[in-house]
């Protein structure tokens, strides 16, 4: 049994996305609208998402495009005020992501009681966002000093929109990963949100590393889960829970649903 039952409770768990809206300081945030119109759209796609039945949510700033690999304060600030006032709501365990800084992420965790967090730990790469450097024992040594040791880690080792530096296969990232990181979770992703993860990929990640749990990371949907899940521990959903299967969108209940029986039926009736 993973810690995938233990800290979500199913096996086999469908993780979903919640983008927060544009925050104070990103080039797409509403001024006239304010952090009050933020915090009742996040409360509206929470409500759609526990409606329809997720096992568990991931809080992102997704849509602080373009992103920043260290993140501002004013951005974990928002964040926390988010989760904060939605914590009443939240019925199903969650993690945060503050893309793309690892440190926040985690700061951020303990500061609302995040379970888990997803982030690029590990590797050097030529991305849209420049040269994109980590430093996983940095990170991991942070993690221990605020306390956040339970917190699990998501690592995401084919990162959207970035190309590791050195050309090395998935095979050799996964168990060098695992190694000499031992990340909670390993997530196989394509190229951007909403891009279908590539199964023989999947499925090349998950026999390397057969002890480490691997989450399909994007492009999951209700026509191609069962076929993710039959290699993969669980999947990480956004787009497609969205109006018309569309990133800029909000969450669509009815979408959700049809895709959570999908996954029940996959897992007998759970």
């Not at 040594?141 to 995401?156: C, M, P, S, T, W």
């Not at 480490?212 to 956004?238: M, R, S, Y």
Request: aromatic fraction near 8%.
């Amino acid at each position: 049994m993973s810690w995938l039952k233990e800290v979500i409770g199913k096996e086999k768990p469908i993780i979903s996305m919640l983008h927060m809206q544009a925050m104070p300081g990103d080039p797409g945030y509403e001024k006239g609208k304010g952090m009050e119109w933020i915090v009742e759209k996040a409360k509206e796609d929470l409500e759609a998402l526990q409606e329809g039945g997720v096992d568990a949510i991931m809080f992102s700033n997704e849509y602080s495009l373009p992103y920043l690999t260290s993140v501002r304060t004013e951005t974990v600030a928002a964040m926390a005020r988010v989760i904060g006032e939605l914590k009443p709501y939240i019925s199903v365990p969650y993690g945060v992501n503050v893309l793309w800084d690892p440190k926040a992420s985690l700061d951020l965790a303990v500061a609302v009681g995040a379970k888990f967090i997803r982030e690029i730990f590990t590797g050097v790469y030529a991305s849209d966002f420049g040269l994109w450097n980590t430093n996983c024992g940095e990170v991991v040594r942070h993690q221990h000093e605020i306390g956040a040791e339970d917190v699990k880690l998501l690592f995401n080792i084919v990162p959207e929109a970035a190309k590791y530096l050195a050309d090395r296969e998935i095979k050799e990232v996964a168990k060098s990963t695992v190694f000499n990181c031992r990340p909670d979770a390993l997530c196989v992703s394509g190229l951007t949100a909403g891009s279908p993860t590539d199964m023989s990929l999947l499925k090349e990640v998950k026999e390397t590393v057969p002890e480490t749990v691997v989450l399909a990371n994007t492009g999951c949907k209700k026509e191609t889960i069962e076929d993710l899940l039959k290699i993969a521990d669980g999947a990480v959903v956004a787009t497609t829970f969205k109006y018309d299967g569309k990133f800029e969108n909000q969450v669509d209940c009815r979408r959700v649903k049809e895709f959570m029986d999908v996954v029940k039926n996959f897992r007998g009736g759970n």
